[in-house]
């Protein structure tokens, strides 16, 4: 979604088709036409799709509508897909075959997980060898083994890192370990500080909850390594045009504009629309989708209309203008175009309300 006034880009003419019985053979004209809407779409512009996965692609077991067939078509386009996850507690090879389960294609070699980017800020800090208590789920003692450290799990083998990441598993005792070694002056790196996860039952317990433990216990604070920080998407973007897409405005989008990439919100996950009406700065997404679909078509342009208190913004058949009581939506528009037409004119007024009208308006998003 640009927030730039600017006039709309023309659409495409509508395809025409017979009246007959038969379909109507494929002209030049019309082979242009899909030409040109392959080219305008949002995917178009970028090398390699930066794809959260908890709440973008799937939730928990259960695949994410439409995800599978736009990720399939973003590949056919010829960009690149990378799976990123702050999700520590599976290495890569059992992150792929998740995906595999939830109907899309995968490898281990187009997976990056938090537990690699924290294996790798340990690496930085304190050479290979270093022995590393390991807090989480498998694949963080296995990230740690693949960068050249040794894995430990108590505190009395005076580890000189800690590497926190999450595993449902994950309990007292651990916490304890992490906590004697932190205070003993070990390196301690999480390898995320997402507070809650996207389950099919809601917001479940994140690794951040977890660290919130340590830290309340130790007075410290660790070195994070996946998003909203750098580590995670620089590897994943290895310095290519990159588009991050995911549900999160705290990590995804936030880790984008800290890496200097565009990011794409989808209403998929554990963020909703009120967040992103009221979403900071930094935390303010450049695109706008219900879900991955979004990737296949073109970018939304918002236009602001007119000046001083009559203005309005628009979306498509959307407009939304300031009210005396907050920023109201006309009649008319899908509620992804109000969304998109309200953010725009709230994160430029930043002072003015949203009045309840308009949040039952895009409200409907947030059923998915």
């Known amino acids: 979604m640009s927030r730039r006034a600017r006039a709309p880009r023309a659409p495409p003419p509508a395809s025409s088709t017979s009246g007959g019985p038969r379909p109507r053979p494929t002209t030049t004209r019309a082979r242009a036409r899909t030409a040109t809407a392959v080219a305008d779409a949002l995917v178009a512009s970028v090398e390699v799709l930066l794809l959260d996965l908890d709440g973008t692609v799937y939730a928990g077991d259960r695949p994410v509508r439409g995800a599978a067939e736009a990720v399939a078509a973003c590949r056919e386009r010829g960009v690149a897909v990378r799976f990123v996850t702050n999700n520590a507690s599976l290495p890569p090879e059992d992150v ?41 789920g498998p694949g963080v003692a296995l990230a740690c ?67 919130a433990a340590v830290r309340t216990a130790t007075g410290a604070e660790p070195l994070v390594a996946g998003k909203p920080e750098r580590p995670l998407l620089d590897a994943a973007a290895d310095g290519r ?13 936030a880790g984008a504009r800290a890496a200097g990439l565009s990011s794409l919100w989808v209403a998929t996950g554990v963020d909703a629309t009120a967040a992103v009406l009221d979403a900071p700065p930094h935390q303010r997404p450049d695109h706008l989708g219900a879900d991955l679909g979004a990737l296949l078509a073109p970018a939304a342009t918002v236009v602001r209309e007119g000046e001083g208190p009559q203005r309005s913004w628009r979306c498509g058949d959307a407009q939304v ?47 998915r």
Do not use: I, K, M
């Open 241 to 253: 045009r990159a588009l991050v897409v995911g549900d999160r405005l705290d990590t995804d989008v």
């Open 96 to 136: 792929a075959a998740h995906l595999g389960r939830t109907g899309v294609r995968a490898s281990a070699e187009e997976v990056r997980t938090s537990s690699q980017a924290g294996a790798s800020l340990v690496v930085d800090r304190c050479g290979a060898g270093a022995r590393v208590l390991v807090v989480g």
């Open 145 to 211: 083994r693949a960068a050249g450290l040794v894995p430990v799990t108590s505190a009395d083998d005076e580890p000189v890192a800690v590497l926190q990441g999450f595993g449902p598993d994950v309990g007292w005792a651990a916490l304890t370990e992490a906590a004697y070694a932190v205070r003993a002056g070990a390196l301690w790196v999480a390898t995320n500080v997402d507070t809650v996860l996207a389950r099919e039952r809601g917001p479940a317990l994140g690794n951040g909850s977890l660290v």
């Open 321 to 367: 203008r300031r009210g005396p009581d907050g920023l109201v939506a006309e009649d008319g528009g899908q509620p992804l175009d109000v969304l998109r037409a309200a953010c725009a004119a709230r994160w430029e007024l930043e002072d003015v309300a949203v009045t309840d009208d308009l949040r039952r308006r895009v409200s409907p998003l947030d059923a």
